[in-house]
């Protein structure tokens, strides 16, 4: 793989770019009136074609409500390449310096970019079409069928790659592509493309239309996971924490009217609760799932920090420092450049440390508030929920009550998404009268576990006695965050109580907190010694399933249609939680998703049903 600009595209594409594809699709007509649009584009090259479509979307009175871009890319370009190309669109020029704030830290794999608030989503593949296009499994309403010349004699001519964009349309799916090759229209043909030859083009490339209208049935992804298209109507979501939160905000800007319901008598009042807390992604050497999903993770947490937050007051991307007392949580050998925009090894004197430039505090209740303040969504608090009930059988017209626990109904919908951290499973309602059935169906219940935390935080009355920045590896600690009192604040967490879900403040966790400071920051601990003891604790309960990443998605479409599920956020609540919204709302509406079709699958509520 090549980290860096390795192709041009040639003149006459850049020329005819806003004719050949936006025009070539029928856009922006075919796109009036829509709930959402979806682009396919297989090659992002300089990113002309993705910002002309914004502009076209952004221009448009008809515009649809999300425009989804996906394209794949084998070698990105640097963001400084990106504005050069821009700089000579003056129309694309603002969009591109949007966009190029983002365009960092582009590893083998998707990346969601979002900008418009939300409005337009960018899926950005990095490797190659054929292999990217298996790890989605939305419909394309458009397709932009890019054939330049690339690095490593990518082919999009190729019956595999073509086979995988194929994969992605729909009946009707309008395709166009500006070619060279003579045997494109054949080729698209035998992929079940009908074929308009158009007489645009140059001398070397010629302009060429497509319809997606196969003479037979197309195959469509497999099985079980492949979720429903769910038109927006009513949903309640339990919880307001992080997670809710997130989902509320994903929902709503698709349409749904979503009432959130929860216990405590304001928003945050749960683990979302805690002053301020600590985002850094997780590396390991093999890359893992978890170090992935961390990634993507805190890409999505900063761009909403960034568009709705108080920066240096709300939320700093300060960096953190990883001391390794046990050398874990290496990085992978073969670490390109664009990783080092995410973390690189560290000197600190005998020790060795990661530096995670991407990391950073910030307060959850501003992200929280922050969410909860889209347009689409009612807050409803001190009202706590003790179940639930289904009032149809029937997929089509069946809706939930909302119980309270007196059984008055407290709200309906027709989807409900527990977020209410580890009390989500009490929620999910008994299956079948026998315990036979029960147990038949035991797959389906939620196992989560309870993990009491406490943290201590103070005001920093010497800054020369702090640590530059954040730093983590033995429990974590951040020097310098603006407390609710506007004054500096130090904070330090936090202790592990398995299995205790009462958020009770305890004096001996204190003591055990200090302790942790000393290993992880001697001196910075001598001097906080005195004040230690005076300190302000606060406590909380994480919700952890048994594999340690969180669950999202259908609890079981098939008998409990509409209840879904978001928690088991575990430690990593501001890394997983705005992720997790968009991943849900992705799969309920059949969207492209934020990130590669097997990571999503591996936080399916069913994935505990296949290895039972
Ligand atoms: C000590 C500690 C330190 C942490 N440090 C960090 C950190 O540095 N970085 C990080 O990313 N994460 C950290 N976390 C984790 C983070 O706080 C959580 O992952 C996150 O807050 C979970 O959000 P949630 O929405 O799933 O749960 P919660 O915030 O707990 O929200 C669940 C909500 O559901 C509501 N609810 C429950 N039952 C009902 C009911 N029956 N009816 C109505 N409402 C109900 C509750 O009132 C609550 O508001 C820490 C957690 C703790 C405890």
Request: glycine share 8%; aromatic share 8%.
């Amino acid at each position: 793989m090549l980290w860096r600009a390795t192709f041009h595209p040639p003149l006459e594409l850049l020329l005819t770019a806003r004719t050949v594809f936006l025009q070539g699709c029928g856009l922006p007509t075919a796109w009036a009136g829509q709930q959402q649009w979806r682009v396919l584009e297989t090659g992002f090259g300089l990113g002309l074609n993705f910002l002309i479509t914004w502009r076209a979307w952004k221009s448009d009175p008809n515009r649809p409500n999300l425009l989804h871009f996906v394209s794949t890319e084998d070698s990105p370009v640097s963001a400084g390449n990106l504005l050069r190309e821009a700089a000579k669109h003056p129309d694309l020029l603002p969009l591109a310096v949007e966009l190029a704030e983002y365009w960092h830290g582009l590893l083998p794999g998707f990346h969601r970019l979002v900008f418009e608030g939300g409005k337009v989503l960018l899926t950005i593949g990095i490797g190659d079409v054929k292999g990217l296009l298996k790890e989605q499994s939305f419909e394309a309403d458009s397709v932009y069928l890019v054939d330049v010349n690339r690095p490593h004699n990518q082919n999009i001519w190729d019956t595999h790659s073509l086979k995988s964009v194929a994969r992605c349309c729909r009946r009707g799916t309008r395709l166009a592509c500006l070619t060279g090759s003579n045997s494109a229209a054949e080729r698209l043909t035998q992929s079940g493309f009908e074929v308009t030859d158009t007489p645009e083009g140059t001398a070397e490339a010629k302009l060429l239309q497509a319809c997606f209208n196969p003479h037979w049935e197309p195959k469509k992804a497999a099985a079980p996971n492949k979720p429903k298209q769910h038109a927006p109507q009513r949903c309640v979501v339990i919880g307001a924490g992080l997670a809710g939160a997130a989902c509320a905000a994903s929902l709503a800007r698709r349409g749904w009217q979503v009432t959130v319901l929860d216990a405590h008598e304001s928003a945050a009042g749960g683990a979302s609760a805690l002053p301020a807390g600590m985002l850094a992604p997780h590396t390991s050497p093999d890359d893992s799932l978890l170090s992935r999903l961390t990634r993507n993770g805190l890409r999505a947490t900063w761009q909403v920090a960034k568009a709705q937050l108080l920066a240096d007051v709300d939320w700093q991307a300060s960096g953190v420092l990883q001391r390794r007392f046990d050398n874990s949580g290496g990085l992978p050998s073969e670490w390109p450049e664009a990783g080092e925009h995410w973390s690189r090894l560290a000197g600190l004197g005998e020790n060795t440390a990661l530096w995670h430039a991407s990391g950073g505090w910030i307060k959850p209740r501003r992200l929280v508030e922050a969410l909860l303040a889209s347009s689409g969504i009612s807050q409803r608090y001190g009202v706590k929920v003790a179940g639930l009930q289904l009032t149809s059988a029937a997929d089509t017209d069946a809706f939930w009550q909302v119980l309270d626990t007196h059984g008055e109904c407290l709200a309906v919908a027709e989807l409900v998404v527990l977020a209410a951290g580890f009390e989500s499973a009490g929620f999910v309602p008994p299956r079948g009268p026998t315990a036979e059935s029960q147990a038949e169906h035991k797959s389906t219940q939620l196992t989560l576990q309870a993990i009491r935390g406490q943290v201590a935080w103070g005001t920093v009355t010497d800054a020369h006695a702090m640590p530059l920045v954040p730093v983590n590896g033995h429990g974590s600690f951040i020097p310098a965050f603006s407390g609710d009192d506007n004054k500096t604040s130090w904070l330090m967490g936090a202790t592990f109580e398995r299995n205790n879900n009462t958020p009770d403040i305890k004096v001996k966790d204190r003591q055990e907190i200090f302790e942790r400071l000393r290993q992880l920051l001697p001196q910075t601990a001598e001097a906080l010694k005195a004040s230690f003891e005076t300190s302000e604790s606060w406590a909380g309960v994480r919700c952890v399933s048994p594999d340690r990443l969180p669950i999202v998605g259908p609890l079981d479409d098939e008998d409990l249609p509409g209840l879904w599920v978001c928690t088991a956020l575990g430690s990593r609540g501001l890394s997983f939680a705005v992720l997790c919204g968009e991943l849900l709302a992705a799969w309920l509406h059949a969207e492209p998703l934020p990130i590669e079709k097997r990571l999503a699958q591996s936080l399916l509520a069913k994935r505990y049903r296949f290895s039972e």
